[in-house]
Every structure is written in C-alpha cells, then in structure tokens.
C-alpha cells in the first residue's frame, strides 16, 4: 500500500523528468543543426547567391511549372561562375555553369552524388552510371569495346526500321493538319531501337505498346523515379517504401529484373559453345548483351550475372529516356526554324539520292543537319544537370576552394545559356558549330554528354540515332510549330516538358 502511494506521488515528477529529457534532445538536435549549417555557410561564403528561406532554401523558388530552368539562368548571370543552392536547411550544393568552373569538376574523376543517382539504384543496379572507384573503372573498361563503330554499324539499319514504323504511323497526322505529342511516340521508337540493340529483342512495342510487362514495367520505373525526385516526402526511403508508389516501384523492378534474368539465362545457353566476338559477329550482329557476357578482364574475370543485370537495366534507362528527350526537342526546334529545317532537308535528300534509309556511310556527310543537333542539344540538353559529391578539397581557377565532402551542381542548362560564352543565347544558331567558331570555345562550354573521365559511354551510339531520326523524319515530312504549345520545361532526371512537345506535319512534296 506505502508503494503504491510512493508510485502515485512519484508520476507527476516523471512527466517532468521526461519533458526535461525531451528538451535536452531538442537543444541537442538544435545545436547540432547549428553547427552543420554553420559549417556549411563557412564553406560557401565565398560565393555570393540568391537569398532563401532558413529552413527551406531556395525549395519555395521551384514552382514546377517550366519556369524553373529559366531561374537558374537568371540567378546564373547574376553570380558569375557558380552560387549556392539550398535544399532545406543544411543541404546544399554549388551550382556551376562557367565553361572554366565546369572544367576543374568533370575533368576530375570525383564519384556521382548518390543523392538523387539512389533513387535509381534498386532498379539499375550498381552499373555504369552510379558505380564508383575500382568498380567503375573495370566496368567502364570491359564495356568500351560495345560502342566502337564496328558494333554501332548495324545498329544503323536497326535505327531505321524503328524510325519508319513510327513515320508510318503518323501519316494519320500528316493528312488532318492537326498537332500531336511527340514525346510519347519518340519515347517507344527509342524503346524499340534499345530493345534490339542491347538484347536482339523484336518487341513491336511501337505497335503493341501497351501489352508488353516489361515495357510496362519500364515505364512504371521512370515515371516512378521522376515522381519521387519531385516529392521530398519520398526522399525518405521509410516513407516511400510504405507508400503506394514504393509498393509499384517495386512490384515494376521485380518484373524488369526477371526479364532481364531470363534473357540473360537464355543467351548465356547459346554462347555455351561461341567465346569469341569474332565468330558470333559472323553469324548475326552484335548486341549490347553478348559485349558484356564475353567481356573478359586481364585476369581473363567477366562480369557478375548481377553486374551484366545492372549494366543492361543501366543501358535500357540511359538509352531509352535520354534519346528520347533528345530527339523530341531536336524536331520542335526544326519545327521552329523552318529556314534550318529547308537546308537541313535539302542535304539530307541529296545524300539519300533515293534510298529510304539511312546507311552507315551516310551519317558523316550531313554536317548541315549535324549542327543543327548539336544546337538543339545545346538549347534543350537532355540532361539538363549533373551532381558530384567531392573526396577531397577542390580549388578553382580564381582560387575559390571547396571542402571535401561538398557537393557540386554542373548545370548543363546554364553552361549552354551563358551569354558570357554564347552571343545571344537564347537564339537557334546552328553556325556556331562550325568548326571555326567551335575552336574559339572552351571544350565545357558545351557538355551535353557530359566530358571527362565520366563522360557519356554512349554518346556516338546516341548521336548516331539523333542523325538517323532527323534524317527519315525531313525526308518525309515537313515539321511545322504550333504557336499555341510552347513546351514548359522542366528538370526531371531528363528534360521533359510539363504540357508535351507538340508540332504539325504534312507531307513533302516529291522532288520532281
């Protein structure tokens, strides 16, 4: 009885003991905040930026409504060189996007920022794209020989056909002068071209789009891993694991994972008796799968089947996604200048002298319309911006140094619209790439495919597409604007367009 009433005296005072312990956490956790924010301005004093909120940063100056691009530009003349960028309290990055900047930090071999590249990885894997140190110079060493030209060859021809069936099917278009999306069908015509390419896969997606798990599943992923990025709720792996989007994610990797599994199963089976390139080459083209299963080390050591599995999920996302969006504002900016798009057609008919499609040997001479991709890549970059994460203190050119630890923005978008590298910027100019005028230039002050050690594996593979593409598409059509879609840009983990990329086609008249 005398401890019961001990206890009952003794409750209200455990309400104060635990309330006091909760301050003391509070204080705590505020004062670490403290210190971390601090350490975080220290390191960026040097470079001046525009003012944010406390808590958020610069979060509430994203609408996500197209503007956003254009206010980095904007902050971009503003602050030479680079500035600060807060993404709440204590995260924050350097934004670069001066040629010199863009130099000291893609010419540096300083791994990706897992931050957003996470978000990827339980569907890619550890490939190409997201690896780091010893890994990512292996990998990156046994893949080279996938893209030299000798194996990009027939992958021109392959290129075509995907082209034509999406041509084919906007004859529908071309006769009712009304506008239609391009994304969309650019987006499966690069699906199917990848398909073929990295697995000697006929998928006839372009038709049958719909019904296929695996292209299903693809496009659940990207679409996925976009909606996330923009969601900070769902940057916390707990919550978006609890979530609905979490449950589909990974619902979608366990389909794309089985897929690859199996074709990889299957194809391993056939090249139990073929070991060399060489002989399998003679029989039919290579693709991108029989790269990496006979890829062999100095230590006569392949790849893992969970590294081949990594490396085609990496391809299928990087190969697909980055085209696409390429490509689609490729053609609107043709649409849009349709003096360029005259001389572009005009080159390219006199280099076909007939032909339907586009040959291996025809890609070099079209530098008219090579420019004119190079421009559109300039204006529209697919990938508008890439993080690093520096391993060790980084001093730039003017002497300004950052800590190791710190992560560093390159925005692409910027670099492209700098008006202190680019007279008139904003302006579609395909003459600034002639090779005169390019000579003037920093290499950085154009990075569409990345540059450096980590540069773009795939970028004469992507290149390739964009010419061929480009190539079909004027041969058959003339691409009109519509002045009422102006696409509303927006940085995902490609560019993409808020409101689609629209254009009208008609018919060229055939050359007499």
């Given at each position: 009885?005398?401890?019961?009433?001990?206890?009952?005296?003794?409750?209200?005072?455990?309400?104060?003991?635990?309330?006091?312990?909760?301050?003391?956490?509070?204080?705590?956790?505020?004062?670490?905040?403290?210190?971390?924010?601090?350490?975080?301005?220290?390191?960026?004093?040097?470079?001046?930026?525009?003012?944010?909120?406390?808590?958020?940063?610069h979060v509430l100056e994203f609408k996500?409504?197209?503007?956003?691009?254009?206010?980095?530009?904007?902050?971009?003349?503003?602050?030479?060189?680079?500035?600060?960028?807060?993404?709440?309290?204590?995260?924050?990055?350097?934004?670069?996007?001066?040629?010199?900047?863009?130099?000291?930090?893609?010419?540096?071999?300083?791994?990706?920022?897992?931050?957003?590249?996470?978000?990827?990885?339980?569907?890619?894997?550890?490939?190409?794209l997201v690896s780091k140190g010893q890994?990512?110079?292996?990998?990156?060493?046994?893949?080279?020989?996938?893209?030299?030209?000798?194996?990009?060859?027939?992958?021109?021809?392959?290129?075509?056909?995907?082209?034509?069936?999406?041509?084919?099917?906007?004859?529908?278009?071309?006769?009712?002068?009304?506008?239609?999306?391009?994304?969309?069908?650019?987006?499966?015509?690069?699906?199917?071209?990848?398909?073929?390419?990295?697995?000697?896969?006929?998928?006839?997606?372009?038709?049958?789009?719909?019904?296929?798990?695996?292209?299903?599943?693809?496009?659940?992923?990207?679409?996925?891993?976009?909606?996330?990025?923009?969601?900070?709720?769902?940057?916390?792996?707990?919550?978006?694991?609890?979530?609905?989007?979490?449950?589909?994610?990974?619902?979608?990797?366990?389909?794309?994972?089985?897929?690859?599994?199996?074709?990889?199963?299957?194809?391993?089976?056939?090249?139990?008796?073929?070991?060399?390139?060489?002989?399998?080459?003679?029989?039919?083209?290579?693709?991108?799968?029989?790269?990496?299963?006979?890829?062999?080390?100095?230590?006569?050591?392949?790849?893992?089947?969970?590294?081949?599995?990594?490396?085609?999920?990496?391809?299928?996302?990087?190969?697909?996604?980055?085209?696409?969006?390429?490509?689609?504002?490729?053609?609107?900016?043709?649409?849009?200048?349709?003096?360029?798009?005259?001389?572009?057609?005009?080159?390219?008919?006199?280099?076909?002298?007939?032909?339907?499609?586009?040959?291996?040997?025809?890609?070099?001479?079209?530098?008219?319309?090579?420019?004119?991709?190079?421009?559109?890549?300039?204006?529209?970059?697919?990938?508008?911006?890439?993080?690093?994460?520096?391993?060790?203190?980084?001093?730039?050119?003017?002497?300004?140094?950052?800590?190791?630890?710190?992560?560093?923005?390159?925005?692409?978008?910027?670099?492209?619209?700098?008006?202190?590298?680019?007279?008139?910027?904003?302006?579609?100019?395909?003459?600034?790439?002639?090779?005169?005028?390019?000579?003037?230039?920093?290499?950085?002050?154009?990075?569409?495919?990345?540059?450096?050690?980590?540069?773009?594996?795939?970028?004469?593979?992507?290149?390739?597409?964009?010419?061929?593409?480009?190539?079909m598409t004027l041969k058959r059509y003339?691409?009109?604007?519509?002045?009422?879609?102006?696409?509303?840009?927006?940085?995902?983990?490609?560019?993409?367009?808020?409101?689609?990329?629209?254009?009208?086609?008609?018919?060229?008249?055939?050359?007499?």
């Amino acid at each position: 009885m005398e401890l019961t009433e001990a206890f009952l005296q003794l409750q209200p005072r455990w309400h104060y003991l635990f309330s006091a312990l909760c301050l003391v956490v509070l204080v705590y956790k505020f004062s670490v905040f403290l210190v971390k924010r601090k350490a975080v301005l220290r390191s960026t004093e040097a470079f001046p930026g525009p003012p944010g909120n406390f808590l958020l940063g610069h979060v509430l100056e994203f609408k996500q409504d197209g503007t956003d691009l254009f206010r980095t530009v904007k902050w971009a003349r503003t602050y030479p060189y680079g500035f600060p960028m807060w993404f709440g309290p204590f995260l924050c990055l350097l934004s670069v996007h001066h040629p010199d900047y863009v130099k000291t930090i893609l010419t540096s071999s300083e791994p990706k920022d897992e931050f957003v590249y996470s978000f990827l990885m339980p569907w890619i894997g550890d490939g190409l794209l997201v690896s780091k140190g010893q890994k990512w110079f292996r990998h990156r060493r046994l893949l080279t020989p996938g893209f030299h030209y000798d194996v990009l060859k027939p992958y021109v021809q392959l290129m075509s056909q995907s082209a034509k069936t999406m041509l084919d099917k906007w004859e529908s278009y071309a006769k009712t002068n009304e506008n239609f999306e391009l994304f969309e069908h650019v987006s499966l015509m690069t699906l199917d071209t990848i398909l073929q390419c990295a697995f000697s896969c006929k998928s006839n997606c372009q038709t049958e789009g719909g019904t296929n798990a695996y292209i299903k599943a693809v496009y659940e992923l990207s679409n996925i891993v976009n909606f996330r990025l923009r969601t900070f709720p769902y940057h916390s792996d707990l919550i978006f694991h609890l979530s609905p989007h979490g449950f589909k994610f990974r619902k979608a990797c366990k389909v794309a994972h089985s897929h690859t599994e199996e074709v990889i199963r299957k194809r391993k089976e056939a090249l139990k008796e073929e070991t060399e390139l060489g002989r399998i080459q003679a029989k039919r083209y290579l693709d991108f799968l029989d790269i990496l299963l006979v890829a062999r080390d100095e230590n006569q050591q392949g790849l893992s089947n969970e590294d081949i599995r990594a490396e085609v999920d990496t391809f299928m996302f990087e190969g697909h996604d980055t085209t696409a969006s390429g490509i689609s504002f490729l053609l609107y900016c043709l649409a849009c200048n349709p003096e360029h798009q005259k001389i572009c057609r005009e080159e390219i008919l006199q280099v076909l002298d007939g032909k339907d499609t586009m040959e291996w040997e025809d890609l070099n001479k079209i530098p008219y319309t090579t420019m004119c991709i190079k421009e559109a890549l300039r204006l529209y970059p697919p990938v508008p911006g890439m993080s690093r994460k520096l391993t060790k203190p980084v001093t730039f050119f003017d002497g300004r140094t950052l800590p190791a630890g710190f992560r560093v923005g390159v925005s692409v978008f910027s670099v492209h619209r700098n008006p202190a590298v680019w007279e008139n910027p904003d302006v579609f100019d395909p003459l600034r790439f002639l090779p005169e005028n390019v000579t003037k230039r920093s290499p950085h002050a154009f990075v569409p495919f990345s540059a450096g050690p980590r540069n773009c594996i795939g970028q004469n593979f992507a290149m390739n597409e964009l010419k061929v593409v480009a190539a079909m598409t004027l041969k058959r059509y003339q691409l009109i604007e519509d002045p009422d879609f102006k696409p509303k840009m927006v940085p995902r983990l490609i560019l993409r367009s808020l409101n689609g990329v629209h254009i009208k086609i008609k018919p060229v008249e055939p050359q007499v």
